[in-house]
């Protein structure tokens, strides 16, 4: 298992460098972002558009279109990072991701049912889509939790078996939904592959308060979240009150992630990996670990999406089927250095 | 196929005149009198029936998309287009089962192995290709002196549109099909599609021209550097006042869309979705509506 080996004095300056660099290299590719894409429009025209200037339509493209578009990359990317480094310490399980509580289930049954059904409803900055697939995700796990939680005690393993049965019950129905629709699902197909090709101000402005929120969440419990690692009777007797941060930690993790889905659909895989890659540079210490799973979550989603709007621009390729593409080669590559 | 098929058909060839059919992808039909008891497995393939002189005597099978013409309601229903019911094909005891890019080539199979007759279309290119396969259907099923006279129809009606769009003067406008909103992703349709031969019939330029193929994403940034000036999409049950208030309102509200030409003096042209989505018939009258609305008619 890739968790702490012996930590060093050397290692642990090692690892602490590890976030201003990889604070510049977000930093880099946000500028390198706003510079590349399908319209005629360069570094030089992102750069006058970004300091003021005069607001040519090549000022437009790149503050209206490619901004929103980077910032909810980073976003996303950090959201879906915290959240499965969140869950794999919750169920002391490197398998673990933040979908496994039925998130993305719900969320795509709430989009699906969203599009083929052609709802209009609006509540603040979310649209329809957004806002379906966002109350669906959370009714998922909400209905996860219900079952699994006895006298006021949560049955971890109980949440992952619910959890996985309920979701292939609830993809069953998609599919469903998908095939004996009279809409058309080129939409649906997309979304459930993940995509931010519909990205907007506005979802960043949706998304950023969880983001906010789960950073601090993550970052006050960052010390329970390394004890949680051994085991939930070790916690408690080191101080930890295991139940109430059990179901912060859910909450908090499942707000997160559906925020992150409501509004780039499933994108797979970013979740699952950057965990272990940041466990890699930085160890298993949260507070860091946490930092630098955000860092990274939003470096590599930002580039499978330069990845996916520019490969074959001027058409668009599905974010999430290329995050899968480049991300499972890494981490296997991973495993086996850590291995030798 | 059979030795003895084969014989069949030469027999049948050589003594009564009989005629064969082979489609694209190697099904063969055969027959001596036209086909009195049609399938048809897509709601194109329906319509074009129906405008070549079929009625409900002939076409005793379809899809349960098939809306149009209205009697094509009150034919038994055998499934969808993906999911076809094969019990229920079997027991209408077709002589002639019409099928179309879509349709599962498993399922075609299955029906050639029951001994069914199965034709396959292709139906998703270019306006041209409409045409074509009106006239193919008209061969297959015995009607070409029909399919030719609807063609001839349509064809003028094409000639006068082009004439009328060629007799404009000044810039032509700038169209974005929607396939599905104005929300990511965009789909649209692209050189080779017959939406864009419909908007460059009809005096327009497709934005989807930049497309790499027929029927494609295109990124926001590339349509909002196209500039478009009128937006094409379709309506569906919400009906066309909800459909356009909604594109309206996402102009407004999306930051990229709210610099085009379009998001200033929005131009909406919507069709009823059955209307634009299909390969058939009516999309010479949508033709002919959409030259009159790029016009400014």
Do not use: C
């Given at each position: 298992m890739p968790w702490e080996g012996s930590e060093g004095v050397k290692a642990d300056a090692r690892r602490w460098l590890a976030l201003p660099l990889l604070s510049a290299t977000l930093l880099i590719s946000v500028l390198l972002s706003l510079g590349l894409g399908s319209a005629d429009v360069g570094f030089t025209d992102a750069l006058r558009a970004l300091t003021g200037g005069e607001g040519g339509p090549e000022a437009g493209i790149v503050r209206d279109i490619r901004l929103p578009r980077t910032v909810l990359a980073v976003l996303v990317g950090a959201l879906l990072a915290i959240s499965g480094t969140i869950m794999q310490a919750f169920f002391r399980n490197v398998m673990a991701g933040p979908y496994l509580v039925g998130v993305s289930s719900g969320a795509a049954l709430g989009a699906v049912l969203a599009m083929i059904c052609g709802w209009e409803v609006r509540l603040g900055k979310f649209s329809t889509v957004?806002?379906?697939?966002?109350?669906?995700?959370?009714?998922?796990?909400?209905?996860?939790?219900?079952?699994?939680?006895?006298?006021?005690?949560?049955?971890?393993?109980?949440?992952?078996?619910?959890?996985?049965?309920?979701?292939?019950?609830?993809?069953?129905?998609?599919?469903?939904?998908?095939?004996?629709?009279?809409?058309?699902?080129?939409?649906?197909?997309?979304?459930?592959?993940?995509?931010?090709?519909?990205?907007?101000?506005?979802?960043?402005?949706?998304?950023?308060?969880?983001?906010?929120?789960?950073?601090?969440?993550?970052?006050?419990?960052?010390?329970?979240?390394?004890?949680?690692?051994?085991?939930?009777?070790?916690?408690?007797?080191?101080?930890?009150?295991?139940?109430?941060?059990?179901?912060?930690?859910?909450?908090?993790?499942?707000?997160?992630?559906?925020?992150?889905?409501?509004?780039?659909?499933?994108?797979?895989?970013?979740?699952?990996?950057?965990?272990?890659?940041?466990?890699?540079?930085?160890?298993?210490?949260?507070?860091?670990?946490?930092?630098?799973?955000?860092?990274?979550?939003?470096?590599?989603?930002?580039?499978?999406?330069?990845?996916a709007r520019t490969l074959r621009a001027p058409t668009e390729l599905p974010l999430g089927a290329i995050t899968a593409i480049v991300g499972a080669p890494f981490l296997v590559y991973l495993c086996s250095r850590a291995r030798s | 196929m059979s030795l003895g098929g084969l014989i069949g058909i030469l027999l049948a060839t050589l003594l009564g005149g009989a005629s064969t059919f082979e489609d694209v992808m190697g099904h063969q039909v055969a027959w001596e009198r036209p086909p009195q008891r049609i399938v048809s497995l897509s709601p194109s393939i329906t319509e074009i029936l129906f405008a070549i002189g079929c009625d409900t005597t002939v076409v005793v099978g379809v899809t349960r998309f098939c809306n149009y013409p209205p009697e094509a309601r009150t034919i038994a229903r055998i499934g969808g287009i993906v999911d076809p019911n094969l019990e229920e094909i079997v027991a209408l005891e077709p002589d002639l089962v019409l099928a179309t890019r879509g349709n599962?080539?498993?399922?075609?199979?299955?029906?050639?192995?029951?001994?069914?007759?199965?034709?396959?279309?292709?139906?998703?290119?270019?306006?041209?290709?409409?045409?074509?396969?009106?006239?193919?259907?008209?061969?297959?099923?015995?009607?070409?002196?029909?399919?030719?006279?609807?063609?001839?129809?349509?064809?003028?009606?094409?000639?006068?549109?082009?004439?009328?769009?060629?007799?404009?003067?000044?810039?032509?406008?700038?169209?974005?099909?929607?396939?599905?909103?104005?929300?990511?992703?965009?789909?649209?349709?692209?050189?080779?599609?017959?939406?864009?031969?419909?908007?460059?019939?009809?005096?327009?330029?497709?934005?989807?021209?930049?497309?790499?193929?027929?029927?494609?994403?295109?990124?926001?940034?590339?349509?909002?550097?196209?500039?478009?000036?009128?937006?094409?999409?379709?309506?569906?049950?919400?009906?066309?006042?909800?459909?356009?208030?909604?594109?309206?309102?996402?102009?407004?509200?999306?930051?990229?869309?709210?610099?085009?030409?379009?998001?200033?003096?929005?131009?909406?042209?919507?069709?009823?979705?059955?209307?634009?989505?299909?390969?058939?018939?009516?999309?010479?009258?949508?033709?002919?509506?959409?030259?009159?609305?790029?016009?400014?008619?």
């Open positions: 957004p806002l379906s697939a966002f109350v669906f995700a959370l009714g998922v796990v909400a209905l996860v939790y219900g079952l699994n939680r006895r006298r006021g005690r949560l049955h971890t393993s109980g949440l992952l078996l619910t959890g996985i049965a309920i979701g292939s019950a609830i993809s069953a129905v998609v599919a469903l939904l998908m095939i004996t629709s009279e809409r058309s699902i080129h939409q649906v197909l997309f979304w459930l592959l993940g995509s931010l090709s519909a990205a907007r101000w506005d979802h960043v402005e949706i998304v950023l308060p969880y983001a906010g929120a789960g950073l601090l969440i993550a970052f006050v419990l960052a010390r329970d979240l390394d004890l949680l690692l051994w085991g939930d009777v070790t916690g408690a007797s080191l101080g930890v009150p295991v139940e109430r941060t059990r179901t912060v930690l859910l909450a908090a993790s499942a707000l997160m992630t559906a925020a992150a889905v409501a509004v780039s659909g499933v994108i797979g895989f970013v979740g699952l990996m950057v965990p272990h890659i940041a466990r890699f540079l930085l160890g298993a210490l949260h507070r860091r670990l946490l930092v630098g799973s955000a860092l990274l979550g939003g470096i590599l989603l930002l580039w499978a999406d330069i990845l | 599962p080539i498993e399922f075609m199979e299955s029906l050639t192995r029951l001994k069914v007759p199965v034709y396959a279309l292709e139906t998703r290119e270019g306006l041209e290709q409409v045409l074509r396969t009106i006239e193919e259907i008209g061969a297959v099923t015995g009607r070409e002196g029909a399919a030719r006279r609807e063609v001839e129809h349509l064809r003028e009606g094409l000639a006068q549109v082009r004439a009328r769009s060629a007799a404009r003067t000044g810039p032509r406008p700038r169209v974005f099909y929607g396939y599905g909103g104005l929300e990511g992703p965009h789909w649209t349709a692209g050189p080779g599609s017959y939406v864009h031969d419909l908007i460059t019939a009809a005096g327009g330029v497709n934005v989807g021209g930049r497309a790499p193929s027929a029927w494609s994403t295109l990124s926001l940034e590339t349509i909002v550097e196209a500039d478009p000036q009128v937006y094409l999409g379709t309506f569906a049950s919400e009906g066309e006042e909800a459909a356009r208030r909604r594109v309206l309102r996402q102009l407004r509200e999306h930051e990229g869309w709210s610099q085009t030409a379009l998001a200033r003096n929005p131009r909406i042209i919507l069709f009823a979705e059955d209307r634009l989505q299909r390969p058939g018939p009516r999309l010479f009258s949508v033709l002919e509506e959409l030259s009159r609305a790029l016009g400014g008619e």
